[in-house]
């Protein structure tokens, strides 16, 4: 079923709201502003039925015309896995382009871009220019990213407490990356104090939005602390496991090898280690070799 919104234009007379009727008149006339606001309608289902292969077409009209809000869209559909009418370089491009025209998203590809030489030469000052404009306008990931550059000192002069206070901001504007990234400063010290309570909270954060990362080293924490946490650690590891995080994987097969945390049970420390190991975590096949000898001497005697 068709959401209902309406499109809100802006022009030099004010915004103005547009019915679809409207907007596909304007579309029909090859305005760029039309075709795009036609292309998110198709794509996402607002008061029409959605239909992403009409949705793209006008998509890429927009996109030819010039369109710069359209270019940051194809990007950012082609990023998430949805597009592939371009490729990384053309990406690039696009993003660029938009990102001189003021557009946030764009900004964060663009600086993107520059970061890992994509299209264009590897520039980590052009990078940091790019999530610097686009954080001024509230684009929490390119806060994030912008604080990576800081905690690293890449094209900008490193300094970790200003990085810590990035990803803080970042994290409470609801940015689930910048979440795992302030609790890494609070559990080792980054630009902040050890801070292992607050450490915890970020990590929780995280993790209650689906962060698998989050999940794992909150597993870490727990299982650490004074006196261990094991039952809620094992389950954080499970969790992060089952969202596929190699190294969880093993922790769980080490949990149910020991016992700890949940029963000892040998066929499923075996399952997950073997698991771990197919994904490339060595130590996995160590505790095999472990897991086996035990099994032997219980055979033997």
């Not at 194809?74 to 009418?85: E, S």
């Not at 025209?101 to 990078?127: F, I, K, N, R, T």
């Not at 093993?250 to 020991?258: L, N």
Request: proline share 2%.
């Amino acid at each position: 079923m068709a959401e209902e919104r309406g499109f809100v234009f802006h022009g030099p007379d004010g915004q103005v709201e547009l019915s679809i009727e409207e907007v596909r008149d304007l579309a029909k006339r090859d305005d760029p502003d039309g075709l795009y606001a036609l292309a998110m309608a198709y794509l996402f289902g607002w008061d029409v039925e959605q239909n992403e292969d009409v949705g793209y077409d006008l998509l890429e009209k927009s996109v030819a015309a010039g369109q710069t809000e359209a270019m940051a869209l194809m990007v950012r559909l082609f990023m998430q896995g949805d597009y592939c009418g371009i490729d990384s370089e053309r990406a690039a491009q696009l993003s660029i382009t938009a990102a001189k025209d003021g557009v946030p998203d764009a900004q964060l590809y663009a600086g993107l871009a520059y970061m890992d030489g994509v299209s264009v030469e590897q520039d980590y000052s052009e990078a940091a220019r790019y999530f610097r404009l686009a954080a001024n306008q509230g684009n929490q990931e390119a806060r994030t990213s912008l604080a990576y550059l800081y905690q690293e000192g890449l094209g900008v002069e490193k300094d970790e407490r200003k990085a810590y206070g990035m990803y803080r901001t970042a994290a409470k504007a609801g940015n689930v990356n910048a979440m795992f990234q302030a609790g890494i400063c609070c559990e080792f010290g980054n630009g902040t104090p050890v801070d292992l309570r607050q450490a915890e909270e970020w990590y929780r954060m995280g993790a209650d939005h689906g962060d698998a990362f989050a999940m794992e080293r909150l597993g870490y924490l727990l299982s650490e602390s004074d006196p261990p946490r094991a039952t809620e650690s094992f389950e954080w590891f499970l969790k992060a496991a089952s969202e596929g995080v190699p190294t969880a994987m093993q922790m769980v097969g080490y949990c149910y090898m020991r016992g700890i945390g949940t029963e000892r049970n040998d066929d499923e420390a075996r399952k997950w280690l073997n698991m771990a190991r197919d994904n490339g975590v060595e130590e996995a096949s160590e505790m095999l070799s472990m897991l086996g000898s035990v099994l032997g001497r219980g055979e033997q005697a």
